[in-house]
Each structure stands twice: as structure tokens, then as C-alpha cells.
């Protein structure tokens, strides 16, 4: 069994801020990690992912995560916020088997105010 | 590329009403997935179809919920009867087969049972 929890369902960072997305996963097994974006009323879409090799990974829009063995982790970050960066943000989790499913945190809202 | 399409955008009906909710994905895909998400449980995994057979449906919530994939180009998503609870917005996904974590969401149907 495969879980992910998002620690925070809502962070609040000012323009040009850092920006701190915290993940923490299980899998029984070396797992896929992910992140998705979701801008107010659209679907989600593929931020970054880590499979293997490099432990720090980059995304689109300035986005990098590092995944952490001991810590289960898979932060989310980014130096410097946007305004364009108010989303909903998604870790996801899969255990990497071909024709697995993604399992999805709950999610964490991020407000940019200027 | 005209990315996974989903219609209607906005569903509303009335209790007992039947609803259909259709999903083209992205051609050349293999795999389809059917999400829901509310606020109370965010995005959960409804079923998902590998070259057109289902391959995990155990995320339907009760029998009343009913999904389809005739072809490559098309699925339906039934709920017959609706009730109130059923509210959500329903997202659609494709993906390549051997990157199935790398879902491709459409923009979501908003389904209203009144």
C-alpha cells in the first residue's frame, strides 16, 4: 500500500518569497514521486517527477523538489514566488509497476499575496 | 494538440435525474482514468481503462456509478440515479502506456445533484 500526506492545506508566501511544499510519503517499495499543479478551474498537470537517479529534480515555472530516502520526503520548492504561482498543488505517489496508479495527497492551496 | 476533452463543462440536475459524462483523451494514449474530487476527499481514483478494458474499478464509489470505453477515442462516466452526494468535479486523464504516472487531466466536469 502506497499513502501521501501534504502537510498544510493552505500556504500563504508574499511575492518573491521562498516557496515551501511540504510531502511526506509510504510505499512498500522504491517509489515515483510527483508533483501537479492545479490553476482555479482547470484540471492538474504534470509539475515534476522524480523516477530514479537524481535525488533533486527540476519543473517547469522555477519549481524543484528533492526526494529524501531517510526522511520520506519530496518537498516542493521555489526561490522566489508570483503571483502566477496561486494554485492548488498535488504530491502523488506510485510504486513505479507498469500499470500502477498514482495516489494522491490531499492537496495544499497556495495563496501569493503581493 | 488538443489535449484530453471532457463535456459537458457543467452538469446540473435534479436527484434521481440519470447523468453522462464524456471524455475523449489524447490520441495515441493507452491508458484513461476517471478522478472525482470534492473538498471533503479530494481526488479520488474512480477507474481506469488500459486499451480500452477496465482494469481497476475499485474506486466506484456504489453500483449506481457505471463507466465505459468503446473505442480508443471515447469514454462515458453514468450515474444512474444521481443523489445530491454525487456532487463533485469529475476529471478525466489519459496516458502513455510505460508513463502511466504522467497523466494528462482534462479541464473537469462540475456536476451539481440537487
Known amino acids: 500500500a502506497q499513502s501521501v500526506t501534504q502537510l498544510g492545506s493552505h500556504v500563504s508566501v508574499s511575492e518573491g518569497a521562498l516557496v515551501l511544499l511540504r510531502c511526506n510519503y509510504s510505499s512498500s517499495v522504491p517509489p515515483y514521486l510527483f508533483w501537479y499543479v492545479q490553476y482555479p478551474n482547470q484540471g492538474l498537470q504534470l509539475l515534476l517527477k522524480?523516477?530514479?537517479?537524481?535525488?533533486l529534480v527540476k519543473g517547469i515555472n522555477g519549481f524543484e523538489a528533492e526526494f529524501k530516502k531517510s526522511e520520506t520526503s519530496f518537498h516542493l520548492t521555489k526561490p522566489s514566488a508570483h503571483m502566477s504561482d496561486a494554485a492548488e498543488y498535488f504530491c502523488?505517489?506510485?510504486?513505479?509497476?507498469?500499470?500502477?496508479?498514482?495516489?494522491f495527497g490531499g492537496g495544499t492551496r497556495v495563496l501569493v499575496k503581493p | 494538440d488538443a489535449g484530453v476533452i471532457q463535456s459537458p463543462r457543467h452538469e446540473v440536475t435534479e436527484m434521481g435525474q440519470e447523468v453522462t459524462l464524456r471524455c475523449k483523451p489524447i490520441?495515441?494514449?493507452?491508458?484513461l482514468f476517471w478522478y472525482r474530487q470534492t473538498m471533503m476527499r479530494g481526488l479520488e481514483l474512480l477507474i481506469y481503462?488500459?486499451?480500452?478494458?477496465?482494469?481497476?474499478d475499485s474506486g466506484m464509489p456504489e453500483d449506481r456509478f457505471s463507466a465505459k470505453m468503446p473505442n480508443a477515442s471515447f469514454s462515458t462516466l453514468k450515474i444512474q440515479p444521481s443523489e445530491p452526494r454525487d456532487s463533485a468535479v469529475y476529471f478525466c486523464?489519459?496516458?502513455?502506456?510505460?508513463?502511466?504516472?504522467?497523466?494528462?487531466f482534462g479541464p473537469g466536469t462540475r456536476l451539481t445533484v440537487t
Open positions: 522524480y523516477t530514479t537517479g537524481a535525488t
Open positions: 486523464a489519459s496516458s502513455l502506456a510505460g508513463k502511466i504516472y504522467e497523466q494528462y
Open positions: 481503462f488500459n486499451n480500452n478494458v477496465p482494469i481497476d
Open positions: 502523488a505517489v506510485s510504486n513505479g509497476a507498469a500499470g500502477n496508479k498514482l495516489t
Open positions: 490520441s495515441g494514449h493507452d491508458y
